[in-house]
């Protein structure tokens, strides 16, 4: 979809690749790709699940296509970082808006939740109710077991909606849901973190320390890549398609100058139907946008059903691509370079 083909959508931050995107624009993807029954996972994180991902990455479903914004908690504290993020609503409404969608394209819905959508906001919104052959809600006891696993994939066979909505707690979404997705028949899947009521003195201090913590360690991270890429260095990008596999070598400083030659060079290779190799152990430094642009071109490859891959890499730019949350684009990424 040409919605997605720019690779300024892409925005890392706090060691999550998002994507921007408005309301207007989800409502535009999700009828585009449920209608073309593409198979996809949207995932919208809130600010409270941001802060329990802070302790524990595993938590994020690294299956998702999209991971979307939704708290504006969250983009707050990102534009104290300088970092600029759209979203399409807040997490406490964006069930209801998902109604509203498939409600919108006459899409059927598998909704999988601890509670009801909301009535009163769906009423606000002048909200006409799916009619029951396109609805169902999925009750769940809040965390989900290997029992609803077996029910959900059994039910969403049967029915095969369009969409699938589903509201779990975090560690749920990061136990179970690629297990969902791998069994579910090709449609959209889209996955709201249900928070969870934390009461204890520990969990209420956790959560005044951790953000300043998390802030001050993007902070620190973006001044390194900012120091880092002021340094001129001799740069370019390079390709080889005799090869193999075809080879893309990046020298230098990956940044605003050298980002729009990589991703011509990678889009030829694409449009050729090769499954390139990054070559990036001459690559010194990048820039955020550097370091998105990767991001932006392993989605090209990997929404053709092809992908592209980092053969060599320099240790400078392993342990920054690791900082950043890239990795999460590329498979058998090499671990972090000790520094002792």
């Not at 994180?45 to 524990?56: G, H, I, N, V």
């Not at 606000?124 to 009619?131: A, H, I, K, W």
């Not at 052959?133 to 999925?138: E, K, N, P, R, V």
């Not at 696993?149 to 909505?165: E, F, G, H, R, W």
Request: glycine share 4%; net charge negative; with cysteine.
């Amino acid at each position: 979809m040409e919605i997605n083909d720019n690779p300024d959508r892409i925005k890392l931050a706090f060691g999550i690749p998002f994507f921007n995107m408005d309301f207007n624009e989800l409502m535009l993807t999700v009828g585009g790709l449920a209608g073309a029954k593409e198979k996809t996972m949207i995932f919208a994180p809130s600010f409270p699940w941001l802060m329990d991902y802070a302790k524990l990455p595993h938590l994020c479903p690294t299956c998702a296509d999209f991971i979307l914004p939704s708290d504006s908690a969250l983009i707050s504290m990102a534009e104290k970082a300088e970092l600029k993020l759209k979203m399409p609503l807040e997490y406490f409404e964006l069930p209801e808006q998902i109604a509203r969608i498939c409600a919108h394209y006459g899409y059927s819905l598998f909704h999988i939740s601890k509670t009801a959508l909301k009535t009163d906001i769906l009423i606000r919104d002048g909200y006409v109710p799916l009619s029951w052959d396109l609805f169902t809600h999925f009750k769940t006891a809040g965390e989900l077991d290997e029992l609803d696993v077996k029910s959900i994939t059994a039910s969403t066979a049967d029915l095969k909606p369009d969409i699938v909505l589903i509201s779990a707690p975090p560690e749920s979404i990061g136990k179970y849901i690629q297990q969902i997705y791998e069994q579910i028949h090709d449609c959209v899947m889209i996955c709201i973190p249900q928070d969870i009521d934390k009461n204890r003195i520990t969990d209420k201090l956790e959560n005044i320390f951790i953000p300043l913590l998390l802030l001050r360690e993007e902070i620190n991270f973006l001044e390194e890549l900012k120091r880092t890429t002021a340094i001129a260095l001799p740069s370019s990008v390079t390709a080889d398609e005799t090869s193999i596999p075809p080879k893309i070598a990046v020298t230098g400083t990956l940044d605003a100058e050298l980002i729009p030659d990589l991703i011509r060079i990678g889009t030829r290779m694409l449009n050729r139907n090769f499954s390139p190799a990054l070559d990036l152990s001459q690559t010194h430094a990048a820039s955020i946008g550097g370091l998105e642009s990767l991001c932006f071109l392993s989605r090209k490859f990997r929404e053709a059903n092809k992908k592209v891959t980092i053969s060599d890499i320099s240790p400078q730019l392993n342990n920054i691509i690791h900082s950043s949350g890239a990795t999460y684009f590329y498979e058998d990424f090499p671990g972090i370079e000790s520094k002792i």
